[in-house]
């Protein structure tokens, strides 16, 4: 492990706990997405990497959404806080538990806006309601269809089922983000050096009705030609 690696650990566990002290603070969901904001904006100017948005005409600037994205990275999140900047597109990121108790991101996920899912209840009413709650308050959901990161050398992994019907049982349009850059292997490079200037590209694509019966996966590989 290099001094370089050792040193963006330490700063980020910094961040991100400095975040989540700040964000325990307040209940008010403009400053909380202001916040998130902030950190993500600022993990990223620490490793040096800036996002590109593609079909930006695409990103709507109000409305609530059933926000779906690929997901290879734990640097994820950050990049689609910061494409949705100049949108008041904001609400609670669907989490698992293991995020929740996590040492390094614990703090700030409890505090930033999430529902937690653990899998291991047999009853996942709660999990519903807590999703309800948050679309009756003018919300939007942000979650990743595959359930975990991708780690192997396709550009996307099966869906969940999950996804699709948070959309149904709360008529949530669907807007689908795809990370088109390997995020993961961007943050690689940049705990290697951190000098190395990066670019991640964010494709926005077609809004998808929530009436719409076709797989979502399937919809989704389609608006990006997968």
């Given at each position: 492990m290099t001094f370089n690696i050792i040193k963006q650990a330490l700063y980020g566990l910094y961040l991100t706990n400095s975040f989540g002290l700040r964000l325990s603070r307040t209940d008010d969901p403009k400053e909380i997405k202001r916040l998130r904001h902030a950190y993500s904006a600022t993990q990223l100017e620490m490793l040096n990497i800036t996002v590109k948005i593609e079909n930006r005409e695409k990103l709507p600037k109000i409305g609530q959404y059933l926000v779906v994205s690929n997901h290879r990275s734990i640097i994820?999140?950050?990049?689609?806080?910061?494409?949705?900047?100049?949108?008041?597109?904001?609400?609670?990121?669907?989490?698992?538990?293991?995020?929740?108790?996590?040492?390094?991101?614990?703090?700030?996920?409890?505090?930033?806006?999430?529902?937690?899912?653990?899998?291991?209840?047999?009853?996942?009413?709660?999990?519903?309601?807590?999703?309800?709650?948050?679309?009756?308050?003018?919300?939007?959901?942000?979650?990743?269809?595959?359930?975990?990161?991708?780690?192997?050398?396709?550009?996307?992994?099966?869906?969940?089922?999950?996804?699709?019907?948070?959309?149904?049982?709360?008529?949530?349009?669907?807007?689908?983000?795809?990370?088109?850059?390997?995020?993961?292997?961007?943050?690689?490079?940049?705990l290697a050096d951190k000098g190395f200037s990066q670019e991640v590209v964010l494709e926005v694509g077609d809004i998808i009705d929530y009436k719409d019966r076709t797989a979502l996966e399937e919809l989704y590989r389609k608006n990006f030609h997968l």
């Amino acid at each position: 492990m290099t001094f370089n690696i050792i040193k963006q650990a330490l700063y980020g566990l910094y961040l991100t706990n400095s975040f989540g002290l700040r964000l325990s603070r307040t209940d008010d969901p403009k400053e909380i997405k202001r916040l998130r904001h902030a950190y993500s904006a600022t993990q990223l100017e620490m490793l040096n990497i800036t996002v590109k948005i593609e079909n930006r005409e695409k990103l709507p600037k109000i409305g609530q959404y059933l926000v779906v994205s690929n997901h290879r990275s734990i640097i994820d999140p950050p990049i689609i806080e910061v494409a949705l900047e100049e949108t008041e597109i904001f609400g609670p990121w669907i989490s698992k538990k293991e995020l929740y108790n996590s040492f390094f991101f614990g703090l700030f996920v409890r505090n930033a806006g999430s529902i937690l899912l653990d899998r291991d209840k047999n009853q996942m009413s709660g999990f519903f309601a807590d999703i309800k709650e948050a679309v009756k308050r003018g919300e939007s959901i942000f979650i990743f269809p595959e359930g975990t990161r991708n780690k192997t050398e396709e550009s996307l992994t099966t869906f969940k089922e999950g996804a699709r019907i948070i959309a149904l049982k709360n008529r949530l349009p669907i807007l689908p983000l795809y990370v088109k850059t390997n995020a993961d292997s961007i943050l690689k490079n940049a705990l290697a050096d951190k000098g190395f200037s990066q670019e991640v590209v964010l494709e926005v694509g077609d809004i998808i009705d929530y009436k719409d019966r076709t797989a979502l996966e399937e919809l989704y590989r389609k608006n990006f030609h997968l």
